[in-house]
T-cell receptor, first 112, second 111 residues
């Protein structure tokens, strides 16, 4: 069945780059998403990429997609303490209601 | 852009009591609506989705039910809560083939 996997924890120093990785199994995925969840809050959509793209950049965020290996990554440049949060990878297939399959989330800790 | 309202933000309920969580959406028409549950330290599990008024699909068998009495209102209910119903409940909405956007969630504790 469909599955999305992420490493559970990442620790980086403030100012360094963070790279959060995700793998998925559904070869019919059309969109892949990155959401951010701060403590006690809902999920905030950060960015998403269509499956026929291999890269998308948005300010400090860069998404790389390797469709052959079903591997997605999120790079955060110049990581700040405000970037500390849980980051969820999700994938969807075509379908009117846009069903999302989420990974378990990667907790990013940024230290001085 | 759409705004998603969820209330209450936190709720403490005894086992066996009923539940009603409400989600309303502004800024969009005929959205797809979703209820998710997030257990502590875990990812999100889709509970229900709705593509229109009165149309509810359930993803997993459980103690909960959902209703959509109006286009932009989605309600999550239970007649008798179980301890295992504790969690963080998130409502989301999307246009067709559009990304889902989430509300701020309701943290439900069952005692």
């Amino acid at each position: 069945g469909e599955d999305v996997e992420q490493s559970l924890f990442l620790s980086v120093r403030e100012g360094d780059s963070s790279v959060i990785n995700c793998t998925y199994t559904d070869s019919s995925s059309t969109y892949l998403y990155w959401y951010k969840q701060e403590p006690g809050a809902g999920l905030q959509l950060l960015t998403y990429i269509f499956s026929n793209m291999d890269m998308k950049q948005d300010q400090r965020l860069t998404v790389l997609l390797n469709k052959k290996d079903k591997h997605l990554s999120l790079r955060i440049a110049d990581t700040q303490t405000g970037d500390s949060a849980i980051y969820f990878c999700a994938e969807s297939s075509t379908g009117g209601y846009n069903k999302l399959i989420f990974g378990a989330g990667t907790r990013l800790a940024v230290h001085p | 852009s759409q705004t998603i309202h969820q209330w209450p933000a936190t709720l403490v309920q005894p086992v066996g009591s009923p539940l009603s969580l409400e989600c309303t959406v502004e800024g969009t028409s005929n959205p797809n609506l979703y209820w998710y549950r997030q257990a502590a330290g875990r990812g999100l599990q889709l509970l229900f989705y709705s593509v229109g008024i009165g149309q509810i699909s359930s993803e997993v068998p459980q103690n909960l039910s959902a209703s959509r009495p109006q286009d932009r209102q989605f309600i999550l209910s239970s007649k008798k809560l179980l301890l295992s119903d504790s969690g963080f409940y998130l409502c989301a909405c999307s246009g067709e083939n559009q990304p889902q956007h989430f509300g701020d969630g309701t943290r439900l504790s069952i005692l």
